[in-house]
């Protein structure tokens, strides 16, 4: 174990400084990008070490559901796309949150009617949403909650990695504003149709899609925003951090107010996908070829978080490679997970998070 370690830590470094030569990447500028760098390229050559090894173990059993609906943010392309076929070949129906409808829709519809026209009889409806922006998620739920008395799965797939420091309209860092707050929102917004879709036998479920970068996230308190020293990698760690500890909180509120909703929280693996379009493996597009998850089987741990029977009863659970594994060490920890919860409240200007008051 410690030999492995010891040659990840080294092909970690290895990787990172060829990369970064590679790339013209902006290289990190004080000690602690630097460490944040090797542990990212750490933790991402442990995770594709994984991913081969435990190949076997990432598949789905898809069955049929009609009659369910699900909402996926961000389902127009890379894992989401994956993700959205998967529930079609499920017969459900799915409502797509994405940032232009029609152009999803075509790209959603060329790809469906590719793969063995699965477009017949697919259930599909696409809403406008920035999940970025809150007035943009506000207007969306109000859409969907128009449309629709129950959603049983809610995937809060969208996200960004590595862009360049930005604050939204509102005020918010992009990552924590798009991966984090916009999901976190979304959820509160959504919990009235999730409760009536749930059932103590089959509990509607919400899936967070995290990262194993989770693992190495931290959380500023003090500059949640990162306006000082910002290094695009650890705002990443931090907004999937972030979501794993909400995915906690919330289950466990739902479990001790007996709600038939339960969250999960989950790593994808390593996927070829745009995602990484920031980063210094674009510039070795063969690399990823070689050694990545491709996007459909980046899509199955997430599908089968949404919808395993096995998974009944299990929530508040951190998957990968459709297995039940360990993440950050402040997913054991209540006390972090109800602080950030409070902080986000506070942030959004959330009062009542679970619908617990009667509404006037
Ligand atoms: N790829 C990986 O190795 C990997 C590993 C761990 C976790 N993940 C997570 O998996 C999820 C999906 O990533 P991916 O690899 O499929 O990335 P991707 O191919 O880049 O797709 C990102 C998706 O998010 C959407 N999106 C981004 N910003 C948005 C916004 N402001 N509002 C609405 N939608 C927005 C994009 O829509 P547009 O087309 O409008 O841009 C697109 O559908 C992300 O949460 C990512 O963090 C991926």
Redesign the pocket.
């Known amino acids: 174990m410690a030999v492995l370690l010891f040659a990840g830590i080294a092909v970690a470094i290895l990787f990172s400084i060829f990369f970064f030569m590679k790339s013209g990447k902006e290289m990190p500028k004080n000690w602690s990008q630097l460490v944040a760098e090797i542990k990212v390229q750490q933790v991402g050559f442990f995770g594709i070490v994984e991913d081969i090894l435990l190949r076997g173990a990432n598949k789905v059993d898809l069955y049929k559901q009609p009659g369910k609906i699900a909402l996926v ?8 796309l994956r993700i959205v076929k998967k529930l079609v070949e499920c017969d459900i129906e799915v409502i797509l ?4 409808p029609d152009a999803s829709k075509k790209a959603v519809e060329k790809y469906l009617t590719e793969e063995g026209n699965l477009l017949a009889g697919a259930k599909l409806h696409y809403e406008q ?4 922006s809150m007035k943009s998620v506000r207007a969306f739920a109000s859409r969907v909650q128009a449309k629709f008395d129950k959603i049983h799965l809610l995937i809060n ?5 590595g862009v360049p420091y930005k604050l939204t309209d509102e005020g918010f860092e992009s990552h924590m504003a ?2 984090y707050y916009g999901h976190f929102l979304l959820t509160h917004l959504l919990i009235p149709q999730l409760r009536a879709a749930g059932s103590p036998e089959c509990a509607a479920r919400i899936v967070n ?3 194993c970068v989770n693992k190495v996230g931290d959380i500023k308190y003090g500059d949640i925003n990162r306006t000082k020293d910002y290094y695009p990698a650890e705002a990443y760690n931090q907004s ?1 951090l972030v979501q794993v500890l909400f995915a906690k909180h919330t289950n466990l509120q739902f479990e001790e107010d007996n709600v038939p909703i339960r969250s999960y929280a989950v ?5 070829n ?3 990484f379009e920031n980063s210094s493996t674009t510039y070795i597009p063969w690399l990823r070829q070689l050694l990545f998850k491709n ?1 459909e089987q ?1 899509s199955r741990t997430i599908v089968y978080a949404a919808i395993a029977p096995e998974l009944e009863g299990k929530g508040g659970t951190y998957l990968s490679n459709c297995r039940l594994t360990t993440c950050h060490r402040f997913w054991k920890n209540s006390v972090q997970c109800d602080k950030l919860f409070r902080f986000t409240c506070d942030t959004l200007g959330i009062k009542d998070f679970f619908h617990k008051e009667p509404s006037k």
């Open positions: 943010t961000g389902g127009n392309r890379g894992i989401g949150g994405v940032r232009n949403l920035d999940i970025g797939n969208a996200g960004v990695m798009i991966n899609v995290s990262s999937k790593h994808p693996g390593v996927v996908t745009d995602l996007p980046g």
